[in-house]
């Protein structure tokens, strides 16, 4: 009972943040609280019934590893904000499942371990499917040089060929695809990500593209973005409209991976590995 309560919270929680994500490139911070809030309170509860306290101890040593481990992300630009306090919640209600039990005695990896391992998975295919949508929505595909073109199709034909191939030589084409994908990513990543926003509308952690001085008040680009103090100058400037770096919504591979994780009862990376 409290497995599947934990699922389907879970399952919401993902579900709203992936989609406040796509629409607003943020999840308020009342939301990732009330679920963190309510996990615990399911934790709580579980500890109430069954007694076990060593369960209890785990998750939270769990979350607090989670967040510390997600704030060195944070700080050093790798994660969001919003990212960070996803996981920090979602650990307290994901990690040690009661099916755990049965996981570790069958020398196989626990949900959560699984489900991060399978974020790593869908947010680089997420995070390459989305920078081509943004590729094609901004019309730069027109501006790719020929050399680029020609990566761009030695990629289509490995991709063709992946249903062709063994094991193996499927690992290295998929491989080869995510870094020439990434590769031309990466040069076109200004064009593609740049917009113009409402200086009234701005959130923090938004990232701007170049340093901005105002009044000999320096607004930086920072790993973490925009700080509360940055959008009040900013705000009191003569500025109307900025340009930020419109990120991509990597919420949305934890809500994939988590489905992923849900239907396989594994990770993507033993499978590959079991599969050679």
């Known amino acids: 009972m409290i497995e599947e309560l934990i699922l389907t919270t879970s399952f919401i929680y993902l579900l709203i943040t992936s989609i406040l994500d ?7 911070d009342y939301i990732n609280y009330s679920f963190g ?7 709580l509860t ?6 076990n306290f060593s369960i209890f101890l785990g998750v939270v040593l769990a979350s607090i590893a989670t967040f510390v481990i997600g704030l060195i992300l944070y700080k050093t630009g790798a994660w969001g904000g919003g990212d960070l306090k996803l996981l920090t919640a979602l650990s307290i209600g994901l990690f040690f499942l009661p099916s755990d039990k049965l996981s570790v005695l069958s020398l196989s990896f626990p949900f959560y ?10 947010g680089i295919i997420f995070g390459l499917a989305w920078s081509y949508f943004l590729l094609i929505k901004t019309k730069t595909y027109k501006k790719l040089k020929k050399f680029h073109i020609i990566i761009l199709l030695i990629s289509l034909i490995l991709f063709i060929s992946i249903f062709f191939v063994q094991v193996k030589e499927k690992i290295l084409f998929s491989l080869l695809i995510v870094f020439s994908l990434y590769y031309i990513i990466k040069i076109y ?15 923090e952690g938004d990232w701007i593209f170049k340093n901005i001085n105002i009044n000999g008040k320096l607004v930086t680009k920072k790993p973490t973005g925009l700080s509360k103090e940055d959008i009040k100058i900013l705000q ?7 340009k930020i770096k ?17 239907i396989l009862n594994d990770n993507l990376m033993k499978i590959i590995v079991m599969s050679l």
Not at 22 to 28: A, D, E, G, P, T
């Open 37 to 43: 809030f309510l996990f615990l309170l399911i934790r």
């Open 113 to 122: 371990a699984n489900f991060l391992i399978n974020t790593l998975f869908s």
């Open 246 to 262: 419109d990120g991509i919504p990597f919420l949305v591979s934890f809500f994939l991976a988590f489905i992923i994780t849900i």
């Open 189 to 203: 990543e200004d064009k593609i990500t740049l917009v113009n926003k409402d200086v009234k509308k701005l959130d």
């Open 46 to 51: 579980e500890l109430i019934i069954t007694a």
């Open 22 to 28: 796509i629409k607003y490139r943020l999840v308020w």
């Open 236 to 242: 009191s400037s003569k500025y109307k409209i900025i």
